[in-house]
């Protein structure tokens, strides 16, 4: 009976399904992000490495091969470089990893500075952030001490943090920093925040930058919505003598009447968005030594690449016997100008 009764016990337990088990989650690192000149990028991996090398002792997690995870990686159609954080957490899940650690770094004068961070997979937050900044003698002690302090953190060492953030911009991308480190792009959650004031800055090019700071309370999710305001560049159009024609500047049209309103100030301006434009005017040319009093009437046209805060010149030479346009970037002017608004076509006081 005895017997029996044990061979009903194993087979009991040889019929409970494996995922009634308690599995470690897994965790997987990814290549860091170079940030500084491209004669570094060879770091890139060998960061990943150590990390993998120095997370592996913890207990209760599996660390998941940085083969599969390059294998993974390499199915993404990426354009060069280290995965972005949207792509590492594509990966992670579909190797079934809970964590995701990812990071960058920059060399600059001999020194090493290294940012990681720890991503909760399926809530998209970051779990853990840290930075260290070294020299090349101090290098491999520093991603050692970080690689500690993620083991800590996983492992609920750390004080817990009580607080989160979530964050949105109009337009989407911008990238987010907290207390003055790259926290991922928009829109972005951002876990585990201590409570308490923290800085916030958001950066997209082609917009003004954005600051704020935000109060994170325990237990609780600040939720924070910008719209970003676009930065236009500036046009200053000059001209030698007052214009016989009208110019075209892209798509739009420059109607002389313009010229006529505001000729003692042999110029305009106004805002534009940041682009590529062909200025075209008509004006007459004549050979000072031609016997002929009627002039010739040809287009001449410059291209100009508008650029978002800076206050681009144009400059139109009417003179009959040396009609041209010049196109140049005013390096002085730019500080008390409005780049914020559309302007339409006004003097310049």
């Not at 420059?254 to 805002?271: D, K």
Request: charged share 25%; hydrophobic share 40%.
């Amino acid at each position: 009976m005895r017997k029996i009764f044990f061979l009903s016990v194993l087979l009991f337990i040889l019929a409970i399904p494996s995922a009634g088990f308690c599995q470690n989650p897994k965790l997987a690192v990814f290549p860091f992000e170079n940030n500084g000149q491209p004669k570094d990028s060879g770091l890139s991996s060998g960061l990943s490495v150590m990390f993998f090398t120095n997370l592996s002792k913890m207990k209760n997690m599996d660390i998941i091969d940085p083969q599969k995870v390059s294998e993974a990686i390499y199915r993404l159609p990426l354009t060069g470089g280290a995965p972005s954080v949207e792509d590492s957490l594509k990966v992670s899940g579909r190797l079934g990893a809970e964590y995701a650690v990812t990071g960058d770094y920059v060399i600059f004068g001999g020194r090493f500075r290294i940012d990681v961070r720890v991503y909760d997979v399926k809530t998209g937050t970051i779990k853990f952030i840290d930075k260290a900044q070294s020299t090349e003698d101090t290098m491999f002690d520093d991603v050692d001490k970080l690689s500690d302090r993620i083991i800590a953190a996983l492992a609920g060492v750390l004080p817990a943090v009580p607080g989160a953030l979530e964050v949105r911009t109009e337009p989407d991308g911008a990238t987010l920093y907290v207390d003055g480190d790259k926290a991922g792009i928009t829109p972005l959650s951002v876990g585990d925040l201590k409570a308490g004031m923290h800085r916030i800055r958001l950066e997209l090019s082609g917009y003004q930058g954005y600051r704020q700071r935000v109060e994170i309370e325990k237990g609780k999710t600040a939720k924070v919505k910008v719209k970003l305001i676009r930065l236009y560049g500036g046009v200053r159009i000059w001209w030698s003598q007052i214009p016989q024609s009208d110019i075209a500047f892209g798509s739009q049209t420059i109607s002389m009447s313009h010229f006529q309103g505001i000729y003692l100030a042999s110029r305009f301006c106004r805002n534009v968005p940041a682009g590529d434009y062909k200025v075209a005017v008509r004006m007459p040319y004549k050979e000072e030594s031609s016997w002929n009093p009627t002039p010739t009437w040809k287009t001449y046209s410059a291209d100009v690449t508008i650029t978002p805060g800076e206050v681009s010149d144009i400059y139109i030479n009417n003179d009959l016997h040396a009609p041209d346009i010049q196109v140049g970037v005013c390096g002085e002017c730019a500080s008390g100008w409005d780049f914020t608004t559309k302007m339409s076509w006004y003097e310049m006081k």
